[in-house]
């Protein structure tokens, strides 16, 4: 799972951006990836329970590990079209006041229209996706070294406010301070906790935490942090101008004149872990059409939830025998 550039075609990207905007304007239920300040359709009892099966074999996972903090990520918004499975990321922690394995991570807070951190159960971070019918997270447990600076970080409220931002945005530029986003949020704790550069007295006044995002920035760009690089139609500008999500002043001009993009996401925290923390290792766990499947290594499980030869499956209510096995392995890229 290397960070790189989504590349599309510039007129498939027109297309489903101005289709997405067109839906926007009319009011539509069916935006997308656009409109996730929408509270969505009810979920059913059955997709409810999938979802705390799915969470209930994370967090066995996570008890597995004896670790104190693992970096996970689920499906939220529907970021197929960008090429992506992955949206949001967060910091499991073992010993969170929210109970074992709660989920601190920042959200956008809509009715507020600010971004704020906080800690949510394993359980509804599972839930908080588009696609009910299809769940993934996946987990990357790290070596100790690299989980006694964040734990202590991150496992501390101070700590987690540290590099929080006073605007969010979506699409924030990962190397600015202007905007952030929710992965933008761990990156620059990872790069806090692990750059081992001095801290002020915590908690950070207000004007303080733009000068330690630069620092973790620093250190991220020194360590190899690479942000995905989106290459988008113009659109996209439309998009910022009508969302109050979007923005793109935070880019640099000659960006901008290319319609790039350089924004943290979830591919891109994993990679970077990968490549700083070799020994680092991922276990990712979906479920669908029935059936639970996990997955131990850094090969994503395929669409659909369809297991390989090595995984685990376990058969939900109603689930259809795993017939679907492909009959190579599964290989690490």
Same mark, same amino acid.
């Given at each position: 799972?290397?960070?790189?550039?989504?590349?599309?075609?510039?007129?498939?990207?027109?297309a489903r951006l101005?289709?997405? %905007?067109?839906?926007?304007?009319?009011?539509?239920?069916?935006?997308g990836?656009?409109?996730?300040?929408?509270r969505?359709?009810?979920?059913?009892a059955?997709?409810?329970d999938?979802?705390?099966?799915?969470?209930?074999?994370?967090?066995?996972?996570?008890?597995?590990?004896?670790?104190?903090?693992?970096?996970v990520?689920?499906?939220?918004?529907?970021?197929?079209?960008l090429g992506l499975?992955?949206?949001?990321?967060? %910091?499991?922690?073992r010993?969170?006041?929210?109970?074992?394995?709660?989920?601190?991570?920042l959200?956008?807070?809509?009715?507020?229209?600010?971004?704020?951190?906080?800690?949510?159960?394993?359980?509804?971070?599972?839930l908080?996706?588009?696609d009910?019918?299809s769940?993934?997270?996946?987990?990357?447990?790290l070596?100790p070294?690299?989980?006694?600076?964040?734990a202590?970080?991150?496992g501390?409220?101070?700590?987690? %406010?540290?590099?929080?931002?006073?605007?969010?945005?979506?699409?924030?530029?990962?190397?600015g301070?202007r905007?952030?986003?929710c992965?933008?949020?761990v990156?620059e704790?990872?790069?806090l906790?692990?750059?081992?550069?001095p801290?002020?007295?915590?908690?950070?006044?207000?004007?303080?935490a733009?000068l %330690?995002?630069?620092?973790?920035?620093?250190?991220l760009?020194?360590?190899?942090?690479a942000?995905?690089?989106?290459?988008?139609?113009?659109?996209?500008?439309?998009?910022?101008?009508?969302v109050?999500?979007l923005?793109?002043?935070?880019?640099?001009?000659?960006?901008?004149?290319?319609s790039?993009y350089?924004?943290s996401?979830?591919?891109?925290l994993?990679?970077?872990?990968r490549r700083?923390?070799?020994?680092?290792?991922?276990?990712?766990?979906?479920?669908?059409?029935?059936?639970?499947?996990?997955r131990?290594?850094?090969a994503?499980?395929?669409?659909?939830?369809?297991?390989?030869?090595?995984?685990?499956?376990?058969?939900l209510?109603?689930?259809?025998?795993?017939a679907?096995?492909?009959?190579?392995?599964a290989?690490?890229t």
């Amino acid at each position: 799972m290397v960070a790189t550039s989504r590349r599309l075609p510039r007129r498939l990207w027109a297309a489903r951006l101005a289709s997405a %905007l067109l839906v926007i304007a009319a009011g539509g239920a069916q935006a997308g990836t656009l409109r996730y300040c929408d509270r969505g359709s009810p979920m059913s009892a059955a997709e409810q329970d999938q979802a705390l099966h799915v969470a209930a074999r994370v967090k066995q996972v996570l008890d597995a590990s004896g670790e104190p903090v693992a970096l996970v990520s689920r499906s939220g918004l529907n970021l197929a079209w960008l090429g992506l499975r992955f949206s949001h990321a967060g %910091l499991a922690l073992r010993d969170s006041p929210r109970g074992p394995w709660a989920v601190r991570q920042l959200y956008f807070d809509c009715d507020a229209a600010v971004p704020r951190v906080f800690d949510q159960g394993m359980a509804g971070f599972v839930l908080g996706t588009d696609d009910p019918q299809s769940r993934h997270v996946s987990v990357v447990l790290l070596p100790p070294d690299a989980t006694a600076p964040l734990a202590r970080l991150a496992g501390s409220a101070p700590g987690a %406010l540290a590099v929080l931002a006073a605007d969010y945005s979506a699409n924030a530029y990962a190397w600015g301070t202007r905007y952030q986003n929710c992965n933008q949020w761990v990156a620059e704790l990872l790069g806090l906790a692990w750059g081992g550069m001095p801290l002020p007295a915590l908690p950070a006044a207000p004007d303080e935490a733009p000068l %330690l995002r630069q620092q973790a920035q620093g250190w991220l760009r020194q360590a190899g942090y690479a942000p995905m690089v989106f290459d988008v139609f113009p659109p996209l500008r439309l998009a910022a101008a009508a969302v109050p999500w979007l923005h793109e002043d935070d880019h640099p001009t000659d960006d901008r004149a290319r319609s790039l993009y350089r924004v943290s996401m979830p591919d891109a925290l994993e990679a970077f872990v990968r490549r700083r923390w070799p020994e680092a290792t991922r276990v990712e766990v979906c479920h669908a059409a029935g059936r639970l499947v996990v997955r131990r290594g850094w090969a994503p499980i395929g669409d659909g939830c369809v297991p390989a030869p090595g995984d685990e499956v376990t058969l939900l209510d109603g689930g259809a025998a795993p017939a679907t096995l492909r009959e190579e392995p599964a290989h690490g890229t």
